[in-house]
């Protein structure tokens, strides 16, 4: 065989051909320490052309989660929309449901709230799913605990125990959530009752997991379609994510 005296850019170009195909002859050792000098010395030479590959490699990475979360999103349509243990709000037949993870002691979700009480006022044929995912420690676990039991017992006014909760001063725990819902009517002990219903418990730990298989680490974040969209959004941003699955349909 020929001795290689390659450009260090045909080098290059040789040893990414030679990734793509399979070489008639195997190169012995003395030609394989040949190219890996050649290439060697090139991106010593270009080391700009690392910041390239690590970009590459950063994009494929992020395209092959994005397709392993909508994977999960499209396998998992029944316990992300059809939860029984998840409050509704919105209209309950809507064409668009959006899923909205939070945690009373957000204050992102808590803004947040403003933008999902305008969509349901203007568009009639939107509906929320709240998933109960409380991640900002013991308070938050039990006010949400309350949340579920109040939902269970009071479907019908959970919309109003979720809005007077959020707008609670101070930080939301078990007490504050008996309070509201006390004021909305509710039997002390047939919540608490119900309260210690393991099922309820079990309703969170489920969400837990569904947050960890999609990526989920803070609140508010939704689900729109087969996209996860975290953060605080907006009532304009939240609109047109609706818009686009709207028109997808």
Same mark, same amino acid.
């Given at each position: 065989?020929?001795?290689?005296?390659?450009?260090?850019?045909?080098g290059?170009?040789?040893?990414g051909?030679?990734?793509?195909?399979?070489?008639?002859?195997a190169?012995?050792?003395?030609?394989?320490?040949?190219?890996?000098?050649?290439?060697?010395e090139?991106?010593?030479a270009?080391?700009?052309?690392?910041?390239?590959?690590?970009?590459?490699?950063?994009?494929?990475?992020?395209?092959?989660?994005e397709?392993?979360?909508?994977?999960?999103?499209?396998?998992?349509?029944?316990?992300?929309?059809?939860?029984?243990a998840?409050?509704?709000?919105?209209?309950?037949?809507?064409?668009?449901?959006?899923?909205?993870?939070?945690?009373?002691?957000?204050?992102?979700?808590?803004r947040?709230?403003a933008?999902?009480?305008?969509?349901?006022?203007?568009?009639?044929?939107?509906?929320?799913v709240?998933?109960?995912?409380?991640?900002?420690?013991?308070?938050?676990?039990?006010?949400?605990?309350?949340?579920?039991?109040?939902?269970?017992?009071?479907?019908?006014?959970?919309?109003?125990?979720?809005?007077?909760?959020?707008?609670?001063?101070?930080?939301?725990d078990?007490? !504050?959530?008996? #309070?509201? =819902?006390? $004021? /909305? %009517? +509710?039997?002390?002990?047939?919540?608490?009752?119900?309260?210690?219903?393991?099922?309820?418990?079990?309703s969170?730990? !489920?969400?837990? #997991?569904? =947050?960890? $298989? /999609? %990526? +989920?680490?803070?609140?508010?974040?939704?689900?729109?379609?087969?996209?996860?969209?975290?953060?605080?959004l907006?009532?304009?941003?939240?609109?047109a994510?609706?818009?686009?699955v709207?028109?997808?349909?």
């Amino acid at each position: 065989m020929k001795p290689l005296h390659f450009s260090y850019r045909a080098g290059l170009a040789f040893l990414g051909a030679a990734t793509l195909i399979t070489p008639a002859v195997a190169f012995d050792e003395n030609e394989k320490q040949e190219i890996g000098e050649i290439v060697r010395e090139y991106l010593l030479a270009n080391p700009e052309l690392l910041g390239e590959v690590q970009e590459v490699l950063e994009e494929r990475a992020a395209a092959e989660e994005e397709l392993a979360r909508v994977a999960i999103i499209q396998s998992a349509q029944d316990q992300l929309l059809r939860d029984p243990a998840d409050p509704v709000l919105g209209n309950p037949d809507g064409d668009v449901t959006v899923v909205e993870f939070f945690d009373y002691n957000c204050g992102f979700c808590r803004r947040a709230m403003a933008d999902m009480q305008t969509i349901i006022e203007s568009d009639a044929n939107v509906r929320f799913v709240l998933k109960e995912f409380p991640i900002l420690g013991p308070e938050s676990i039990a006010a949400h605990q309350v949340a579920l039991a109040f939902n269970k017992l009071m479907p019908e006014k959970y919309g109003e125990f979720h809005i007077q909760l959020m707008e609670f001063e101070g930080r939301a725990d078990e007490g !504050s959530a008996i #309070e509201v =819902a006390l $004021g /909305l %009517g +509710i039997d002390e002990a047939r919540l608490r009752e119900t309260m210690a219903d393991p099922t309820l418990s079990n309703s969170v730990q !489920s969400t837990y #997991e569904l =947050a960890e $298989g /999609l %990526g +989920i680490g803070g609140t508010p974040s939704y689900v729109i379609g087969d996209s996860l969209v975290p953060g605080a959004l907006g009532v304009d941003e939240l609109r047109a994510r609706i818009a686009e699955v709207r028109a997808a349909n």
